[in-house]
């Protein structure tokens, strides 16, 4: 779909920018949905092992073998079936927002950081409180949400990039960076890419697509928590 293409192209330069550019051995992802709808990010990862963890045993299925390069493991992120330290790098898009309380997120975190080796770096995206419309919807009933076609599937506990900030730091990690990605206005973005995807020719496509894109540069502006979609935080297990 055509939004797949933007939300991976977003995530495509958010790891160019911060992803180590050496000596990743081992990436941990924590799930497979791109992988299993779009053939996902596993060639921006630059892993020599990339191993997925995904709760759902179809879209772990579907992931393997979309991309064989990738090992796919059906696991819980707050109980990984991982030994301590055994990763380098650990990227989560928009996983932890999936959870009913903070307390989830905050156990999420703390396995990942025992996962990691020392100095290892974790790239991390959630749904962004500080945007008002991430509020908004997160402020109404999911069922009636879901009935109207809005949200496609269970959005969980977020926060803002404060305490997302203080969440990573209480798991043992310092904090690098604090940024917004996902800067178009998204509930309006996804229903026009599904229009134009069904009824317009690639030369149409790609335009929406550049479009879209544009809206990436209000990720410098002051205002940038206010219309990022996904606060991110990359930070280095301590």
């Not at 191993?51 to 299925?61: F, M, P, S, Y």
């Not at 990690?173 to 800067?183: G, I, M, N, S």
């Amino acid at each position: 779909m055509l939004w797949r293409r933007h939300s991976d192209a977003v995530n495509q330069a958010l790891l160019a920018r911060w992803l180590p550019s050496s000596g990743v051995s081992c990436l941990l992802k924590t799930d497979l949905f791109d992988e299993a709808t779009t053939g996902g990010l596993s060639a921006s990862l630059g892993a020599n092992l990339v191993v997925g963890a995904d709760l759902c045993h179809a879209i772990a299925r579907e992931a393997q073998a979309r991309c064989p390069e990738v090992r796919a493991v059906v696991a819980d992120v707050r109980a990984l079936p991982f030994v301590p330290g055994c990763f380098d790098v650990a990227v989560s898009l928009s996983t932890l927002d999936h959870f009913r309380t903070e307390e989830e997120l905050t156990s999420s975190l703390r396995e990942i950081r025992r996962v990691l080796r020392s100095g290892g770096t974790l790239i991390l995206t959630l749904d962004n409180a500080a945007n008002p419309l991430v509020a908004l919807r997160n402020a109404l009933p999911f069922r009636l949400l879901h009935r109207l076609g809005l949200v496609p599937y269970y959005v969980g506990v977020t926060c803002g990039p404060k305490r997302l900030e203080q969440l990573v730091e209480q798991a043992g990690f310092v904090v690098v960076d604090t940024a917004a990605v996902l800067h178009c206005v998204r509930v309006l973005a996804v229903p026009l890419c599904r229009l134009v995807h069904r009824h317009f020719g690639e030369p149409t496509q790609r335009r929406l697509l550049r479009l879209l894109m544009s809206a990436e540069r209000l990720a410098g502006a002051s205002f940038r928590f206010r219309t990022g979609h996904y606060v991110v935080v990359v930070a280095r297990a301590g």
